[in-house]
């Protein structure tokens, strides 16, 4: 068995019969055949593409998946694994979701398919065992949650739903298979938005799922041409040549994430640092479990101060860029409660601790030293407020 570093490089691909060590982009939509009813593998290009076929082979097999699917974007992969569900199905997630997920599940799902969707703390395992009974078809996880950066139990949560006949589904964007392999602990499903930290670069929307039983893979394989939300030849191009890279951004990701915590969690301006890699997560053993090469580039933090200083901090930062998303090589703000996160109700919002005061940074892969410079001459026009 390679090392993850060797197989980030070399999965998916092997120089084809012209010998080209990168795989070329296949843009036909359609493909010759032999005869009435047979073809080479490859017949139309929704249903397979070689370029896709390349970039989900190396997903399975950097999951230790069987089967492995590209889609047009995460809420894609979100939306067809949904079609797997009976109408009136009773799904069971974490109440820190990504909001693209509550939004599909509550505005579209609900709607259109009956669902009926339980919603639980992820790092109250007690409550989410309590939520998942025989009726439960789905249990849908984050690792970690986002803004708030906390970490369900996926081990004891999976086997609890594999007890009541429920699949595990991770939603593992934020940790990748560079720091998280959930098939281990016992997940059924992994998903991802390639949009993040796989393709890593800020320019392809995509999504992915991995799925372990072959049968329940090519369930989902039929699905993804049936729906129809494919990624495209040549955003499975970037996002396999993103993946090359993978091993190492993940790991500068996770040291220069984990040092600006500790700085940030000294300066007089913070309130708290939420980020699973250092000493103050409450979850922090769970990180270690979890997540023993790191925890990621994503860290949130709160800062005493109000809406105008929130702006007046975000408006001085010059390395960092006030945008939504995260994983790209280049460090990002997020405003979660006016940009990411406004979808939600305030009262919700202000429940869950999704306060105006918090602040999530995907810290980039650039030196660190000039982050923290970026982020000590922000955090001075606090103190001149
Ligand atoms: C961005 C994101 C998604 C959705 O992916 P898109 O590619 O934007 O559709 C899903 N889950 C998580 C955790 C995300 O951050």
């Given at each position: 068995?390679?090392h993850?570093?060797?197989l980030f490089v ?7 019969a012209?010998?080209a ?9 359609t493909?010759?055949q032999p005869?009435?009813g047979?073809h ?13 076929a390349?970039?989900e ?7 230790g ?5 590209a889609?047009?974007s995460?809420l894609?992969a979100m939306?067809t ?5 009976e109408?009136g199905?009773?799904?069971?997630t974490?109440?820190d979701l990504y909001?693209?997920?509550?939004r599909?599940?509550?505005q ?12 639980a703390p992820?790092?109250d395992?007690?409550?989410i065992k309590q ?8 249990v849908w ?7 708030l950066?906390?970490?369900?139990d ?7 739903a594999?007890?009541n ?15 998280l392999r959930?098939f281990?602990w016992g ?5 991802h ?5 796989l393709n890593?670069?800020?320019d ?6 991995i799925?372990?039983d072959p049968?329940l893979g090519?369930k989902l394989?039929?699905?993804q041409n049936?729906v129809g ?5 040549f ?5 396999l ?8 951004r ?6 220069s994430?984990?040092h600006i ?12 640092v939420?980020y699973p890699g250092h000493p103050?997560h409450?979850?922090?053993?769970l990180?270690k479990?979890?997540?023993?090469d ?6 949130s933090?709160?800062l005493?101060?109000?809406a105008?200083g929130?702006?007046r901090f975000?408006q001085?930062?010059?390395?960092f860029t006030l ?5 790209g090589v280049e460090s ?5 409660w006016?940009?990411t996160?406004?979808?939600i109700p305030e009262a919700?919002?202000r429940e869950k601790g999704?306060?105006p005061?918090?602040?999530?940074l995907?810290v980039g892969i650039?030196?660190?030293?000039d982050?923290?410079?970026d982020l000590a001459?922000?955090?001075k026009?606090?103190?001149a407020?």
């Amino acid at each position: 068995m390679q090392h993850r570093d060797t197989l980030f490089v070399h999965a998916g691909y092997t120089p084809d019969a012209t010998g080209a060590v990168m795989p070329p982009i296949y843009l036909s939509s359609t493909y010759a055949q032999p005869a009435p009813g047979e073809h080479t593998g490859y017949e139309y290009g929704r249903s397979g593409n070689p370029s896709r076929a390349a970039l989900e082979k190396a997903l399975a097999e950097l999951e230790g998946g069987h089967t492995g699917l590209a889609f047009a974007s995460g809420l894609g992969a979100m939306t067809t694994v949904l079609e797997l569900l009976e109408a009136g199905s009773e799904v069971v997630t974490i109440d820190d979701l990504y909001g693209g997920a509550w939004r599909l599940f509550e505005q579209v799902k609900k709607r259109s398919s009956n669902l009926n969707v339980r919603y639980a703390p992820p790092d109250d395992l007690d409550a989410i065992k309590q939520a998942i009974t025989p009726a439960t078809r789905l249990v849908w996880l984050e690792m970690p949650t986002n803004p708030l950066l906390k970490l369900p139990d996926i081990a004891e949560i999976a086997r609890i739903a594999r007890e009541n006949g429920a699949l595990t589904l991770v939603d593992a964007t934020f940790s990748t298979p560079a720091l998280l392999r959930p098939f281990e602990w016992g997940a059924d499903i992994v998903l991802h938005s390639l949009t993040k930290y796989l393709n890593g670069h800020s320019d392809v929307i995509g999504g992915a799922l991995i799925i372990k039983d072959p049968a329940l893979g090519d369930k989902l394989r039929w699905l993804q041409n049936a729906v129809g939300a494919v990624l495209s030849p040549f955003d499975s191009f970037l996002a396999l040549r993103g993946l090359r890279t993978l091993g190492l951004r993940m790991q500068r990701h996770s040291e220069s994430a984990l040092h600006i915590a500790g700085w940030l969690a000294e300066q007089p301006e913070v309130e708290n640092v939420l980020y699973p890699g250092h000493p103050s997560h409450p979850q922090h053993a769970l990180a270690k479990k979890y997540l023993p090469d790191g925890s990621g580039g994503v860290l949130s933090v709160r800062l005493r101060t109000d809406a105008e200083g929130v702006k007046r901090f975000t408006q001085a930062l010059q390395v960092f860029t006030l945008a939504e998303s995260l994983g790209g090589v280049e460090s990002l703000i997020n405003h979660p409660w006016s940009m990411t996160h406004a979808a939600i109700p305030e009262a919700l919002r202000r429940e869950k601790g999704i306060g105006p005061d918090i602040l999530r940074l995907s810290v980039g892969i650039e030196h660190p030293a000039d982050l923290i410079r970026d982020l000590a001459q922000a955090l001075k026009t606090l103190q001149a407020g």
